[in-house]
């Protein structure tokens, strides 16, 4: 969930069509058309990162005269479907994923099985990964994968690269290789599975 109160505004005279933005924006809400960026005032998030990367400074972010609330309901979802899903991306429900927003796994979920295809998708219905942009990703992706979407980042972005391994990939081999010299995988994991195990506490409790 966001509340998004700000928007990019582009300063036409300024801007030097480089699509910089283009390629940072998280929910593909900036577009250059005839050599000058255009915002779709719908779609954006008001994350900044275009305003921050514009190598000519010709955007700014505004307030919104009317600040949009942008969230997925988990209660407009089966919660058993979100839970299995969780469960196959090894998350737990209730577990934050986006920081910046306070997003739990549970809306991420909620907004695949409304249809959500692509990070951009998900960042568009919840309002996740407008912030840093940079924490939530893996989750997201794993997220996306657990539910059989296959998706690739957009032609010539820059937003998102292919998914991490995650403790429980890494090989035994590996495991022991480095066990000597200060990583402690086995700990980690059984760490980790206590988190994405623990009892849910608030709306998903039956
Ligand atoms: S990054 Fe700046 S100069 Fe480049 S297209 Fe976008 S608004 Fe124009
Ligand atoms: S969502 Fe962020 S990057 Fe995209 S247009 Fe809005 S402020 Fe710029």
């Given at each position: 969930m966001k509340l998004?109160?700000l928007?990019?505004?582009?300063?036409?005279?300024?801007c030097?069509?480089?699509?910089?933005c283009?390629?940072?924006?998280?929910?593909?809400a900036?577009k250059?058309?005839d050599?000058?960026?255009?915002?779709?005032?719908?779609?954006c998030?008001?994350?900044?990162?275009?305003?921050?990367?514009?190598?000519?400074?010709?955007?700014?972010m505004q307030?919104?005269?009317?600040p949009?609330?942008?969230s997925?309901?988990?209660?407009?979802?089966?919660?058993?479907?979100?839970?299995?899903?969780?469960?196959?991306?090894?998350?737990?429900?209730?577990?934050v994923?986006c920081y910046?927003?306070g997003?739990r796994a549970?809306e991420?979920?909620?907004?695949?099985?409304?249809?959500?295809k692509?990070?951009?998708?998900i960042?568009?219905?919840?309002?996740?990964?407008t912030?840093?942009k940079?924490?939530c990703?893996?989750?997201?992706?794993?997220?996306?994968e657990?539910?059989?979407?296959?998706?690739?980042?957009p032609?010539?972005?820059?937003?998102?690269?292919?998914?991490?391994?995650?403790?429980?990939?890494?090989?035994k081999?590996?495991?022991?290789?480095?066990?000597?010299?200060?990583?402690?995988?086995?700990?980690?994991?059984?760490?980790?599975?206590?988190?994405?195990?623990?009892p849910?506490?608030?709306?998903?409790?039956?």
């Amino acid at each position: 969930m966001k509340l998004v109160n700000l928007i990019a505004q582009v300063d036409r005279g300024k801007c030097v069509g480089c699509k910089t933005c283009e390629k940072v924006c998280p929910v593909l809400a900036i577009k250059v058309v005839d050599g000058k960026a255009e915002v779709d005032v719908d779609r954006c998030r008001g994350c900044a990162a275009c305003e921050q990367r514009c190598p000519v400074y010709a955007i700014s972010m505004q307030k919104r005269d009317n600040p949009l609330l942008v969230s997925v309901d988990i209660a407009s979802v089966n919660y058993d479907e979100i839970l299995k899903l969780c469960s196959n991306a090894l998350l737990h429900p209730e577990q934050v994923v986006c920081y910046c927003t306070g997003t739990r796994a549970e809306e991420i979920a909620a907004a695949i099985l409304k249809g959500a295809k692509s990070p951009e998708d998900i960042s568009f219905m919840t309002g996740a990964r407008t912030g840093c942009k940079v924490e939530c990703i893996q989750p997201i992706l794993r997220l996306l994968e657990a539910a059989g979407v296959k998706s690739t980042p957009p032609q010539g972005g820059w937003q998102w690269y292919g998914r991490t391994v995650t403790v429980w990939e890494i090989p035994k081999k590996v495991r022991e290789k480095h066990s000597s010299r200060g990583f402690y995988f086995d700990e980690d994991e059984k760490l980790l599975d206590r988190v994405r195990t623990a009892p849910l506490q608030g709306r998903g409790v039956k």
